[in-house]
């Protein structure tokens, strides 16, 4: 009896330590203050809570990011939002954010485009550089990508294909025998190329005049 | 002086026991602390880590920075929580597996042995958790993982396991002698 408990013991004891030994936990990556406000304001106005959607936007992060880029934005974004809020008007407050956040994806991109330009850095420390900048745009694309894609279908579409182009740039093509698709897609493998930061640079300054031209056509409609 | 009787449990020898005490014990000194300094030490980690933008890839642009940052200070205070955890626990395991050694193993050379590698093994390996979560504002997460991985987890993780699985070896072969 002593001995088969002993031997149940050991192996509860043996058990998990191979498991635990490269168990270091994961990162699930977090909302920034700006992007949490905008989704609490967002699923505010979904909700018809206009009350709600004006004092998340009043006392939130994204009024003083607003105000401190005033010069870089359009002129009276602040005060239209904050009116089409206080009018009920969700559709045109939304609008707003979304200009607030074009704007933001439009200077990531500028800021990438000239750190790809800046061959003082080599093209590996560029490419990733520039990887990093995309995701950051990417973060900001994806929560307003549904309004852009309601409102100017058209934008949305440059958008993602200037992003998956650049992308593709940053990472290098997959090497020969490989392949994104399945077998059955019979998708020809691309030949090995390193990442190219100077080739990122046309989709990035693609998404800065997309971005640019959006912020035009929302303020004028 | 009456003897033990024969089927008692022995306890493991006190060098053993007073590092699994130990062990345990800092476990909760380091659990206490890290929620008493959470503030601090996130502050002083993320200063190293602005001192040091090279190595965790940092670009100067707030959206991209602050996001590098926060996977760094979680897996920084992952490594904290893991050692807190994992020193509680391994302290519980030397004393079950090393009283198992001592009761059960007949050959004194091979309870010596096994007692010896489950004693450094579990109560080194839990600081390799402290280790890592120590380089992370230094080196970045994956460069302070590698030096943790060699220098603690594999040979005080690989002590144990070793340690373990041949005390169950022993142990079973006794079962099967005795049936």
């Known amino acids: 009896m002593r001995g088969w408990l002993a031997v149940a013991l050991l192996l509860l004891a043996a058990a998990p330590a191979p498991a635990a030994a490269h168990h270091v936990g994961a990162y699930v990556p977090r909302d920034n203050e700006v992007s949490a406000n905008f989704k609490q304001i967002k699923f505010s106005i979904q909700a018809r809570k206009f009350d709600v959607a004006a004092r998340l936007y009043e006392t939130g992060p994204i009024r003083t990011a607003i105000r401190a880029q005033a010069a870089r934005l359009p002129a009276g974004l602040e005060e239209t939002t904050r009116a089409a809020l206080a009018a009920g008007d969700g559709a045109r407050a939304e609008r707003g954010l979304v200009v607030f956040f074009a704007a933001l994806i439009r200077d990531l991109a500028l800021e990438a485009d000239r750190r790809l330009a800046d061959t003082r850095e080599p093209a590996s420390a560029r490419a990733a550089t520039g990887q990093k900048l995309l995701e950051a745009i990417w973060r900001y694309y994806n929560l307003v990508d549904f309004t852009v894609g309601q409102y100017d279908p058209k934008a949305a579409v440059a958008v993602r294909l200037a992003f998956d182009e650049a992308e593709g740039y940053a990472q290098g093509s997959p090497g020969p025998g490989t392949t994104v698709a399945p077998e059955s897609r019979r998708v020809t493998p691309r030949p090995v190329a390193a990442p190219a930061p100077d080739k990122m640079r046309e989709p990035v300054q693609r998404i800065a005049g997309t971005m640019s031209g959006l912020i035009e056509t929302s303020m004028t409609r | ?179």
């Open chain 2, 1 to 179: 002086m009456t003897p033990p009787p024969a089927d008692a449990w022995r306890r493991p020898p006190l060098p053993t026991l007073v590092a699994a005490i130990l062990l345990i014990a800092c476990a909760e000194v380091g659990g206490a602390s890290m929620t008493k300094f959470k503030l601090e030490l996130a502050r002083a980690a993320r200063a190293v880590m602005l001192s040091r933008p090279a190595v965790h890839g940092l670009v100067g642009v707030r959206d991209v920075d602050e996001q590098i940052i926060d996977e760094a200070l979680v897996k920084f205070d992952a490594g904290l929580r893991l050692f807190h955890l994992h020193a509680e626990g391994m302290g519980l395991v030397i004393i079950a597996t090393t009283m198992t050694a001592a009761t059960l193993v007949q050959s004194a050379g091979a309870r010596r042995v096994i007692i010896l590698l489950l004693t450094v093994g579990g109560a080194g390996y839990p600081f390799g958790y402290l280790l890592w979560s120590a380089l992370i504002p230094y080196y970045g997460i994956q460069t302070g993982k590698t030096v943790a991985e060699w220098t603690m987890w594999i040979p005080f993780g690989g002590a144990t396991i070793v340690a373990a699985w041949w005390l169950v070896a022993l142990v079973g072969a006794r079962l099967v002698r005795r049936a």
